[in-house]
């Protein structure tokens, strides 16, 4: 049974694993909003997360903004976000989760906000920056997310080339 009070649904709440969700698979965040997660046995998570723990050692220390959590942040000038992901073969969907990360936190403390999305597997930083035109995408993209979490039924699986190696896998293709 979902809890009325821990579930994203009921209290409007959109994480940045949601935002990245989005942009992989709608069924995963329709999933995911529900507290259906099979992530913890995910071998690729799990890899995901020791890479987490093991990179940036001395910078480390996750930041809870609200609900929003980083993986380190920079304090100069401007703020300066740091997601890490264990390869690049989601980009898309994670650099729109730094983008959220990053319009959250522009909107909580009027400073100016960069992002640095990192692949220490690769020796990769790639610099990101909220636009104007990207800002309005981003607030597209939350109508729809809750359009996505309210809706019954979860979207229709769309063959995509990660979907063998998703935790949702036999929920969509078995």
């Known amino acids: 049974m979902i809890s009325e009070q821990s579930s994203p649904i009921y209290n409007n709440i959109i994480t940045g694993v949601m935002v990245q969700y989005y942009k992989a698979c709608h069924r995963e965040l329709w ?11 995910n071998e690729n998570i799990r890899l ?19 609900f929003v959590k980083f993986d380190f942040v920079e ?12 390869s690049d073969k989601l980009l898309e969907p994670a650099k729109y989760q730094l983008l959220y990360y990053i319009y959250i936190t522009e909107q909580l403390t009027n400073k ?6 990192r692949i220490p597997q690769k020796r990769k930083i790639i610099a990101v920056k909220l636009t104007n ?4 995408e981003i607030e597209r993209i939350l109508e729809e997310i809750r359009r996505i979490i309210e809706s019954k ?3 229709k699986p769309q063959r995509k080339a990660y979907c063998t190696n998703c935790a949702y896998f036999f929920f969509c293709w078995v």
């Open 31 to 41: 999933y995911f909003s529900r507290k259906i997660d099979f992530n913890e046995e």
């Open 48 to 66: 995901g997360k020791m890479i987490h723990l093991n990179s940036y050692k001395r910078e480390m220390s996750e930041i809870s903004l609200g």
């Open 75 to 86: 304090l100069k000038d401007s703020i300066i976000i740091s997601e890490i992901k264990k």
């Open 112 to 117: 100016k906000v960069f992002g640095k999305l």
């Open 133 to 136: 035109e990207l800002r309005k």
């Open 153 to 155: 039924k979860p979207p």
